[in-house]
């Protein structure tokens, strides 16, 4: 790797070294390999349970790559949306996307083994419950296309980690290399990665939309707004607001198209800008920054929050939503799993990376903010909240 990383600071990890803990583990570590203690435990009902768990799990790990290829050749062959209109039976759709029926029937049993589809009588399938959202979302779809460039960039884990910069996933996002890349990079570059985030953004704004209050503001600034689904949202779920959109010229030429086509033109303005380079227009109560932080190192992220800091009012608030680690304290949630998923995908476009809410929060407070403080949202896979006044 020829270019400067940040290293995460782990919270959990700093603890004392536990030589009695390291000696259990050491021995429970010799009961898991140990053949006999396999054989005993599988023929043992009570520990079976365990056993089996264990390797459905690493097999399920094993096995992940297929599971991915699987939801793509669907999405390739537009299955969802097509049995979402009606059940099918096998030579109803091998007809209509021009395959072999042997082979695509290895694809929709495979879809039936994984809840993306259902057998539904008359051998017909129909969707299963993993795959309703898939017919009902395009921005699910439109991440599950996107995600194909992260795996071929990924194809070789240890040759990619020497050099994660050179595949496809680092010239997508062209900020990403380029503090000005609004100056060099195509304009169609910037469509397309905002198309896509425009598309994903539904559960992240039902998130922030369900967990924050907004009623005691007045005006929001919305720090790299994308197109502004966020600020049109926001626009109809707290009528009383006023909206402003900073993000990079090329974007925010985008975004006025998509505003006045939701009609909110007299609810939101735009100040075009590079964060890098330019301060942040002053006169909003509240500042969000929605899935932006961990697109950059924190020698980005540090100066972004003073910025913010600094043009919020005495009294003003800061909200910060992204997806966040969840897996770096013991006990973590249910999702941290996704969090392998966002230190690559994250690493393949840049120098970014998935914080911790613990790292954030300080970094918040360094720069001047106080009563800072996670809000608890439903679901946190799509992003977790943090607050800050500047008092
Ligand atoms: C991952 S996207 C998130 C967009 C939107 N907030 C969302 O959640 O869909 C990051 C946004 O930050 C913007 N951005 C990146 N670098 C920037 C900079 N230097 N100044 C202003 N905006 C920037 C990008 O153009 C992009 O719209």
């Known amino acids: 790797m020829t270019h400067p990383l940040d ?7 700093g603890g004392a070294v536990s030589r009695w803990r390291d000696r259990l583990l050491a021995v429970l570590e010799g009961w898991y390999a140990s053949p006999t203690l396999y054989r005993w435990s599988i023929a043992t009902p009570i520990t079976r349970w365990v056993t089996q768990r264990r390797t459905q799990q690493l097999f399920d790990l094993m096995s992940g790559f297929v599971h991915t290829q699987v939801v793509l050749g669907c999405v390739r062959l537009n299955l969802f949306k097509m049995l979402h209109q009606a059940p099918a039976n096998l030579q109803q759709i091998a007809q209509r996307v021009q395959m072999p029926e042997p082979a695509l029937q290895r694809l929709l049993l495979s879809a039936v083994a994984l809840k993306l589809l259902e057998f539904r009588g008359e ?11 898939l017919a009902t979302h395009d921005g699910i779809a439109a991440m599950i296309e996107h995600n194909h460039l992260l795996y071929e960039d990924m ?11 050179q595949g496809a996933m680092a010239s997508y996002w062209p900020y990403a290399h380029d503090a000005k890349a609004e100056q060099h990079a195509a304009a169609e570059k910037f469509s397309r990665y905002s198309d896509l985030m425009a598309a994903s953004q539904g559960f992240v704004v039902q998130e922030i939309l ?9 005006s929001v600034l919305d720090v790299g707004s994308g197109k502004g689904r966020f600020a049109c949202d ?10 402003q959109l900073f993000d990079l010229p090329p974007v ?9 086509q939701r ?14 380079h330019d301060e942040l227009p002053a006169g909003a109560d509240l500042i969000t920054l929605v899935r932006v932080a961990h697109d950059h190192p924190d020698g980005v992220v540090k100066p972004l929050l003073q910025k913010i800091y600094n043009a919020l009012p005495p009294g003003g608030t800061f909200l910060l939503a992204e997806p966040m680690a969840q897996s770096f304290s013991p006990g973590s949630a249910a999702g941290a799993q996704a969090d392998a998923y966002f230190h690559f995908y994250l690493l393949a476009m840049g120098a970014g990376r998935l914080r911790a809410p613990e ?20 679901m946190p896979i799509h992003a977790q909240l943090i607050l800050g006044r500047k008092v």
């Open 7 to 13: 290293l995460a600071t782990l919270p959990a990890s």
């Open 123 to 133: 051998f017909r399938f129909g969707l299963g419950p993993l795959g309703v959202p």
């Open 155 to 165: 194809n070789d884990p240890v040759g990619f980690l020497h050099d994660a910069w």
């Open 210 to 218: 369900s967990t924050y209050a907004f009623e005691p503001h007045q």
């Open 234 to 243: 926001l626009a109809e779920h707290a009528p009383h607001l006023k909206i």
């Open 252 to 260: 925010l030429s985008l975004a006025q198209g998509n505003v006045s």
């Open 263 to 276: 009609g909110m033109q007299a609810r939101i303005s735009f100040s075009p800008g590079s964060f890098l």
């Open 359 to 378: 790292e954030l929060m300080q970094m918040m407070q360094a720069v001047g903010f106080k009563q800072i403080q996670r809000l608890s949202n439903a």
